[in-house]
């Protein structure tokens, strides 16, 4: 059984108050692409949706061992809720917190339908769509860059994604809620590697069926 550290949620995060001019780092991630970093212990990574409804495919891996990563089950387990959000820590496969989302402007960001892929299109969508890129084929290009192989995906965080549980349990995938520049702001608890797949998308509304980029920022309080 898995043993979890303090991991409660909270909503009562003050929003840190945060100048992008004083990012340490600050890339524009193009429509469709994947993009990875390192975010050090106690640096705060910031994504925006510059132009609302993007889906931000996410995941997180421990950059000291990569076998640990971010573990939705335990994530949605520890904090006994299915979104993310404000307070949400990020749990990893060994029941330690990887981060805490410290600020969020949108209020809901899925764990739980994982990634889109070539062959998911497929079924869902039909035969005609089988030669369309994906975020598992993005992440499958970026973690081959860190040494990993397409074992290593895991479910992942899709950010600014809306994904409301139905009542007979099923999940919708329907327009997402996020606004023009809205952003969420991640706390590292470890030296993590983020891994992001900036959703090619275009067969379900999750990104309004029009990928747009997203920028990233991260910000070291330590060098303020």
Same mark, same amino acid.
């Given at each position: 059984?898995?043993?979890? #550290?303090?991991?409660?949620?909270?909503?009562?995060?003050?929003?840190?108050?945060?100048?992008?001019?004083?990012?340490?780092?600050?890339?524009? @991630?193009?429509?469709? &692409?994947?993009?990875?970093?390192? =975010?050090? &212990?106690?640096?705060?990574?910031?994504? @925006?949706?510059? #132009?609302?409804?993007?889906? +931000?495919?996410?995941?997180?891996?421990?950059?000291?061992?990569?076998?640990?990563?971010?573990?939705?089950?335990?994530?949605?387990?520890?904090?006994?809720?299915?979104?993310?959000?404000?307070?949400?820590?990020?749990?990893?496969?060994?029941?330690?917190?990887?981060?805490? +989302?410290?600020?969020?402007?949108?209020?809901?960001?899925?764990?739980?339908?994982?990634?889109?892929?070539?062959?998911?299109?497929?079924?869902?969508?039909?035969?005609?769509?089988?030669?369309?890129?994906?975020?598992? #084929?993005?992440? $499958?290009?970026?973690?081959?860059?860190?040494?990993?192989? &397409?074992?290593?995906?895991?479910?992942? @965080?899709?950010?600014?994604?809306? +994904?409301?549980? #139905?009542?007979?349990?099923?999940?919708?995938? =329907?327009?997402?809620?996020?606004?023009?520049?809205?952003? =969420?702001?991640?706390?590292?608890?470890?030296?993590?590697?983020?891994? $992001?797949?900036?959703?090619?998308? =275009?067969?379900?509304?999750?990104?309004?069926?029009?990928?747009?980029? +997203?920028?990233?920022?991260?910000?070291?309080?330590?060098?303020?």
């Amino acid at each position: 059984m898995t043993t979890f #550290e303090t991991v409660a949620p909270s909503r009562f995060f003050a929003a840190p108050a945060l100048d992008a001019a004083a990012a340490v780092y600050d890339f524009l @991630i193009p429509a469709n &692409k994947p993009w990875s970093r390192v =975010v050090r &212990k106690g640096q705060i990574l910031r994504i @925006i949706d510059l #132009e609302g409804q993007q889906a +931000v495919d996410t995941l997180f891996y421990n950059a000291q061992d990569t076998s640990e990563r971010y573990s939705a089950q335990d994530t949605i387990q520890a904090q006994n809720a299915p979104y993310v959000s404000t307070g949400t820590r990020l749990i990893s496969n060994m029941g330690r917190v990887m981060a805490t +989302v410290v600020a969020d402007t949108c209020g809901r960001h899925d764990t739980s339908a994982g990634a889109c892929s070539c062959e998911a299109n497929t079924v869902r969508f039909g035969h005609h769509t089988r030669y369309m890129h994906a975020c598992r #084929e993005n992440f $499958i290009i970026e973690v081959a860059r860190l040494g990993m192989t &397409k074992r290593d995906i895991v479910p992942n @965080i899709n950010f600014f994604m809306n +994904v409301p549980i #139905e009542a007979d349990g099923r999940l919708a995938i =329907v327009d997402g809620v996020s606004s023009p520049g809205d952003h =969420v702001d991640i706390l590292a608890a470890m030296d993590v590697i983020a891994v $992001i797949s900036n959703c090619p998308q =275009v067969n379900n509304p999750c990104n309004g069926f029009n990928p747009t980029p +997203v920028r990233v920022l991260v910000f070291d309080p330590s060098v303020a």
